[in-house]
T-cell receptor, first 109, second 118 residues
């Protein structure tokens, strides 16, 4: 079956660094997406990891370990606008993307 | 990046009526589009995969006769909620894959349609 596990909520301070973890078990795996979703809006693409390791893109970085079924999203220099839900989404076989419940991040001043 | 549009963005209808939602890829061809539903504070749930020129593939538990999907062209897929009821009220989001050869193979989302059935 499919299972995606990420924390429900996290709180961090403006300017700080936060790491959002995700573990997954899926039938088939091609890569892993991270999306950001503000309340009432559609998800926006942040990153896509296929190979093991860390990929850095500005303030956001994403890490993948295929053997461990584990990924994390690292957000640096947090800003108030980063308050949103972050969705871990494995791209499984059959060209399907399966979404986790998301982690609601609250950034406080 | 690629753009996906959805229309309408918001719709309110009476119970028993049908509602059609359009999803368009504006600057790329999408052989495959996906329809998701999201209830408040919950994850996106895949409803069906829409392939151009063929029948949609529905996820388990999704009624294909209630949620009609048509993918008539490489840039347009439609979802029709037939005989809508209040429990169908939700945020419906489409996405499209850009398979133009990009290594990212990203899935782009439309802005979503909020359906309220009275």
């Amino acid at each position: 079956g499919q299972n995606i596990d990420q924390p429900t909520e996290m709180t961090a301070t403006e300017g700080a660094i936060v790491q959002i973890n995700c573990t997954y078990q899926t039938s088939g795996f091609n890569g892993l997406f991270w999306y950001q979703q503000h309340a009432g809006e559609a998800p926006t693409f942040l990153s896509y990891n296929v190979l093991d390791g860390l990929e850095e893109k500005g303030r956001f970085s994403s890490f993948l370990s295929r053997s461990k079924g584990y990924s994390y999203l690292l957000l640096k220099e947090l800003q108030m606008k980063d308050s949103a839900s972050y969705l871990c989404a494995p791209y499984t076989g059959g060209f399907k993307t399966i979404f986790g419940a998301g982690t609601r991040l609250f950034v406080k001043a | 990046g690629a753009v996906v549009s959805q229309h309408p963005s918001r719709v309110i209808c009476k119970s028993g009526t049908s509602v059609k939602i359009e999803c368009r890829s504006l600057d790329f061809q999408a052989t495959t589009m996906f329809w998701y539903r999201q209830f408040p504070k919950q994850s996106l749930m895949l409803m069906a995969t829409s392939n151009e020129g063929s029948k949609a593939t529905y996820e388990q538990g999704v009624e294909k006769d209630k949620f009609l999907i048509n993918h008539a062209s490489l840039t347009l897929s439609t979802l029709t909620v037939t005989s809508a009821h209040p429990e169908d009220s939700s945020f419906y989001i489409c996405s499209a894959r850009d398979l133009s050869g990009s290594s990212t193979d990203t899935q782009y989302f439309g802005p979503g349609t909020r359906l309220t059935v009275l």
